[in-house]
T-cell receptor
Framework: DQQVKQNSPSLSVQEGRISILNCDYT??????FLWYKKYPAEGPTFLIS?????DKNEDGRFTVFLNKSAKHLSLHIVPSQPGDSAVYFC???????????FGKGTTLSVSS | DAGVTQSPTHLIKTRGQHVTLRCSPI?????VSWYQQVLGQGPQFIFQ???????GRGNFPDRFSARQFPNYSSELNVNALLLGDSALYLC???????????FGQGTRLTVV
């Protein structure tokens, strides 16, 4: 049973436009959420996170929105750049912070 | 500062053999976790160690074991390798919790 779901395996966006990556979760005990970016042959790189007490967190071109009632979060990238092309993973942690539960990832392709 | 380093980067083993993977965390980080990533999936939690003690274990068989040393480096051991153990094994370190886990580049294990 997948607790963190990224239902879109891929997303294609033109350079300069907005990229929106979505993530749904089922476990209401999750209270911290993270986004990671992964290039081939590299480990995941931390991008941005959000605590369950917030509904938005912004860092440069990256903004994460959290809708707790819908158990949904999204990552917005504005403007998108070709170097953003990678696999993006959504992850969730519970209060114990023992493990990160990852989604299957969304492959973002940004064309110039 | 050096990031999380893992060794080796690639290795090939035969079914039934044993393998040891190594991880050095970021300086000052006391928590090390191990993840397995198979193709098309997100990383799956195997173990977390903090201050040399196991804090959490994922849904993996007893063939998988790990330990953390006084210098906070860690080893992941897998016995009686199966073809299905072929995957990218990721190590992550964090200061003391999962607020932000930083990953190494991974060890690509192929079991033939």
């Amino acid at each position: 049973d997948q607790q963190v779901k990224q239902n879109s395996p891929s997303l294609s966006v033109q350079e300069g436009r907005i990229s929106i990556l979505n993530c749904d979760y089922t476990n209401s005990m999750f209270d911290y959420f993270l986004w990671y970016k992964k290039y081939p042959a590299e480990g995941p790189t931390f991008l941005i996170s959000i605590s369950s007490i917030k509904d938005k967190n912004e860092d440069g071109r990256f903004t994460v929105f959290l809708n707790k009632s819908a158990k949904h979060l999204s990552l917005h990238i504005v403007p998108s750049q070709p170097g953003d092309s990678a696999v993006y993973f959504c992850a969730a942690a519970d209060q114990a912070g023992t493990a990160l539960i990852f989604g299957k990832g969304t492959t973002l392709s940004v064309s110039s | 500062d050096a990031g999380v380093t893992q060794s080796p980067t690639h290795l090939i083993k035969t079914r039934g053999q044993h393998v040891t993977l190594r991880c050095s965390p970021i300086s000052g980080h006391k928590s090390v976790s191990w993840y397995q990533q198979v193709l098309g999936q997100g990383p799956q939690f195997i173990f977390q160690y903090y201050e040399k003690e196991e804090r959490g274990r994922g849904n993996f068989p007893d063939r998988f074991s790990a330990r953390q040393f006084p210098n906070y480096s860690s080893e992941l051991n897998v016995n009686a390798l199966l073809l299905g153990d072929s995957a990218l094994y990721l190590c992550a370190s964090s200061p003391d919790s999962y607020t932000e886990a930083f990953f190494g580049q991974g060890t690509r294990l192929t079991v033939v």
